[in-house]
Nanobody, 120 residues
């Protein structure tokens, strides 16, 4: 049983910043890739950023240069620092963590989502 606890969403003006956090707790044994997705009504969930165990990163073109994904392996936590926010960044943001349990079975876990609204 693994639970992902998200926090950090809210309302911010264009040009502002927010930091999202997602911490995994429970029985996960070895964490693999960590990701952030976002979704707006009527649109497919979009991959925003990912970070590998070796801390290699990839970003969607729409956020590159503005968002930074990072991870704390000791705390099983992934962060998304969002700067220079734009109205089109408004969405529900979901963290995603995959990895192996103690029996070496691979799993994918999702956070409950946190709302980010960028509006003047």
């Amino acid at each position: 049983q693994v639970h992902l606890m998200e926090s950090g969403g809210g309302l911010v003006q264009p040009g502002g910043s927010l930091t999202l956090s997602c911490a995994a707790s429970g029985s996960i044994f070895r964490v693999n890739t960590m990701r952030w997705y976002r979704q707006t009504p009527g649109k497919q969930r979009e991959l925003v950023a990912l970070i590998t165990p070796g801390k290699n990163t990839n970003y969607a073109g729409s956020v590159k240069g503005r968002f930074t994904i990072s991870r704390d392996n000791a705390q099983n936590t992934v962060y998304l620092q969002m700067d220079s926010l734009k109205p089109e960044d408004t969405a529900d943001y979901y963290c995603n963590i995959d990895g192996w349990d103690a029996r070496d079975v691979f799993h994918t876990y999702w956070g409950q989502g946190t709302q980010v609204t960028v509006s003047s």
